[in-house]
């Protein structure tokens, strides 16, 4: 079944349109030291619905490594690549709801950890190049209304309703939400001059890929979950566990 066997150490969610180059250097490195990585590019299968692949590789992975930088969720003219332009009525961003079931699948214990690449604008010279910071350069979205897109959480509900999942533990999370769960995790900052910006992230990656292999523990940060959030998965949790005891029952004398 799928998620309980981790096929993939890490896995690799970016914007095609602003990031391929990044993700095309992180999954030749990264793989190149031994980790396995799923990356579109290389492990999505011919005939199989697009959303249908990720979600596959993602409850086969144990490390989600999402790739942020200004033109993936803050464009400044491309409204379906700006976080803070989507609305309750917006199409659903691919982006949004690989993050949004990274934070089911973290919730039920298949993937350990989320660890965003935060990538600053480059800047071409003659040294060839480098980064900016990715938050004091402003690459970061700002977002103050609580919109909750519902392409996003309809289509989060087929796919855990297709992995035989049941309902989200987490219910209708807003997109500031999500962001913030997704960067309040212990991250790798691409900056500097292009020669050396990813080594760090390189370095950081394979540590964490090659601990999970072994079973070493890494704590994956909840503090953007209230207490009232808390409550309500206990609670779910523990609705599901008696109304899955109420159905066994009647049949227990035949087992």
């Given at each position: 079944?799928?998620?309980?066997?981790?096929?993939?150490?890490?896995?690799?969610?970016?914007?095609?349109?602003?990031?391929?180059?990044?993700?095309?250097?992180?999954?030749?490195?990264?793989?190149?030291?031994?980790?396995?990585?799923?990356?579109?590019?290389?492990?999505?299968?011919?005939?199989?619905?697009?959303?249908?692949?990720?979600?596959?590789?993602?409850?086969?992975?144990?490390?989600?490594?999402?790739?942020?930088?200004?033109?993936?969720?803050?464009?400044?003219?491309?409204?379906?690549?700006?976080?803070?332009?989507?609305?309750?009525?917006?199409?659903?961003?691919?982006?949004?709801?690989?993050?949004?079931?990274?934070?089911?699948?973290?919730?039920?214990?298949?993937?350990?950890?989320?660890?965003?690449?935060?990538?600053?604008?480059?800047?071409?010279?003659?040294?060839?190049?480098?980064?900016?910071?990715?938050?004091?350069?402003?690459?970061?979205?700002?977002?103050?209304?609580?919109?909750?897109?519902?392409?996003?959480?309809?289509?989060l509900q087929d796919q855990?309703?297709?992995?035989?999942?049941?309902?989200?533990?987490?219910?209708?999370?807003?997109?500031?939400?999500?962001?913030?769960?997704?960067?309040?995790?212990?991250?790798?900052?691409?900056?500097?001059?292009?020669?050396?910006?990813?080594?760090?992230?390189?370095?950081?990656?394979?540590?964490?890929?090659?601990?999970?292999?072994?079973?070493?523990?890494?704590?994956?940060?909840?503090?953007?979950?209230s207490k009232e959030q808390?409550?309500?998965?206990?609670?779910?949790?523990?609705?599901?566990?008696?109304?899955?005891?109420?159905?066994?029952?009647?049949?227990?004398?035949?087992?």
């Amino acid at each position: 079944m799928l998620g309980e066997v981790a096929v993939y150490d890490v896995f690799m969610s970016y914007r095609v349109q602003s990031d391929l180059k990044h993700a095309e250097i992180l999954y030749s490195k990264l793989t190149g030291a031994g980790l396995k990585v799923w990356w579109d590019k290389k492990c999505l299968k011919p005939g199989v619905p697009w959303n249908e692949g990720f979600c596959d590789g993602m409850v086969q992975s144990l490390v989600f490594l999402p790739l942020l930088s200004r033109d993936a969720i803050n464009h400044p003219s491309v409204d379906k690549q700006n976080f803070s332009h989507l609305t309750r009525s917006s199409n659903c961003d691919n982006v949004l709801l690989e993050h949004r079931l990274a934070m089911e699948l973290v919730e039920r214990g298949i993937i350990t950890n989320i660890c965003p690449v935060l990538i600053g604008d480059f800047v071409d010279d003659e040294s060839g190049g480098s980064y900016s910071d990715y938050f004091t350069s402003g690459c970061h979205p700002k977002l103050f209304d609580a919109v909750i897109v519902d392409s996003v959480e309809h289509a989060l509900q087929d796919q855990l309703n297709r992995l035989c999942f049941g309902t989200p533990l987490l219910d209708n999370q807003t997109v500031q939400v999500v962001l913030d769960c997704i960067v309040k995790n212990q991250g790798c900052l691409i900056d500097g001059p292009y020669d050396t910006a990813f080594d760090p992230v390189i370095t950081d990656v394979i540590q964490m890929g090659r601990q999970k292999r072994s079973g070493d523990e890494l704590s994956y940060s909840s503090s953007w979950r209230s207490k009232e959030q808390k409550s309500t998965i206990k609670k779910r949790r523990n609705a599901e566990i008696d109304s899955l005891a109420t159905i066994v029952e009647p049949y227990a004398e035949l087992i």
